[in-house]
């Protein structure tokens, strides 16, 4: 699974993009992300309110709930301002 990461999320993470492995019962978003958590404090850091962090899997706009497999693309990013 590739995982990208944009703007202050991936400051704060400190990496663009990752291809990982994560555990099989990581199923959906929500599992990823908090699996993605106990990888160290900066993935705590940039993941810490996911209020503030958008998805999108495979290119599209998703929710926490979206289910995921091991070939999919996720990016996490914060939310887009217009202007």
């Known amino acids: 699974m590739q995982v990208l ?11 663009a993009k ?6 099989a019962e990581v199923g ?7 699996w993605l ?4 404090p900066s993935y ?3 993941l810490a ?7 999108a899997v495979n290119q599209e706009l998703a929710s926490l709930d979206a289910k995921i ?6 990016a ?3 939310p887009m301002t217009g202007g």
Do not use: C, H, S
């Not at 990752?18 to 555990?23: L, S, V």
């Not at 497999?69 to 996720?74: I, K, N, P, T």
């Open 5 to 15: 990461y944009f703007g202050w999320v991936r400051q704060r993470i400190g990496v």
């Open 18 to 23: 990752e291809e990982i492995d994560p555990p």
């Open 28 to 34: 959906d978003v929500r599992a990823l992300v908090a």
């Open 37 to 40: 958590k106990t990888r160290g």
């Open 44 to 46: 705590e850091a940039g």
């Open 49 to 55: 309110n996911l209020a503030q962090v958008r998805v």
């Open 69 to 74: 497999g091991r070939g999919d693309e996720v």
């Open 76 to 78: 996490l990013f914060p």
